[in-house]
C-alpha cells in the first residue's frame, strides 16, 4: 500500500524554466511533508519542508505547495540549474507533534530530474 | 561535525551468509532509523531506535532481519543467511526529536548489498 506516491518516475527541464515535482498522498493522517533530494552514492539530504498548517513555504529558489483537499503537494525549482539533476523523494509524517509521539517518516519513490544545460 | 557515518559502503555477500552494517549517528542524535531501497523503488522504512531501545520495528521482515541500538558504539542492522532479494541499498538516518513538529532525518550515504 503506496500511501505517497510519485507519480512521475523522471522528468527532464531546460535550465533557467522551471521544474514542478508532483506527490499524491492517501493517508489523511499525514500533517507534514518534506522533500529530500539523493543524488547517486549519497543518502537523501532534507530540502524543504511543511506543515499541513499551511498551503506554502518557500526556501530560495524551492518553494513546496500543499493542496490538503486534493491530498496533493508539489516542489517548484525555478530557475532550474543543472546541479538539481538528482532523485527527488517527497515524504510524509503523521500526527505526535503535539504529544511528543513518535513520526514514522514514509516516502514515495522519487522522481528523477534531469536539467538540461 | 560528523554526519551520519555507515560502514561498509558495499558490502558482498554470499547466500546464506550474514551481513552486518553499521551506523553511526550524528553527534548529538539519540534516535536512529533504517531504511531500505530496492532498485527502481522508494525508501522503505524497516525499524526505529533509540539507544537499547526497538520502537518501531514493522518494516523489518519478522524473519533473518534484526536491529539494535546499544548504549555504546553504533546501531547495527543484522541479516542472516542473506538470499538474492536482500541485495539493495541500506540506509540509515538519525535525529534529535527534540522538536517532533519538525523532524527531519539526516541520511548517511548507505551501504550498498550485494547478495551473489
Sequence with gaps: ?117 | NAGVMQNPRHLVRRRGQEARLRCSPMKGHSHVYWYRQLPEEGLKFMVYLQKENIIDESGMPKERFSAEFPKEGPSILRIQQVVRGDSAAYFCASSTRLDATNEKLFFGSGTQLSVL
Aim: glycine share 10%; charged share 15%.
Design chain 1, 1 to 117: 500500500d503506496q500511501q505517497v506516491k510519485q507519480n512521475s518516475p523522471s522528468l527532464s527541464v531546460q535550465e533557467g524554466r522551471i521544474s514542478i515535482l508532483n506527490c499524491d498522498y492517501t493517508n489523511s493522517m499525514f500533517d507534514y511533508f518534506l522533500w529530500y533530494k539523493k543524488y547517486p552514492a549519497e543518502g537523501p539530504t532534507f530540502l524543504i519542508s511543511i506543515s499541513s498548517i499551511k498551503d506554502k513555504n518557500e526556501d530560495g529558489r524551492f518553494t513546496v505547495f500543499l493542496n490538503k483537499s486534493a491530498k496533493h503537494l508539489s516542489l517548484h525549482i525555478v530557475p532550474s540549474q543543472p546541479g538539481d539533476s538528482a532523485v527527488y523523494f517527497c515524504a510524509a509524517s503523521a500526527g505526535g507533534g503535539y504529544s511528543g509521539g513518535y513520526q514514522k517518516v514514509t516516502f514515495g519513490t522519487g522522481t528523477k530530474l534531469q536539467v538540461i544545460p
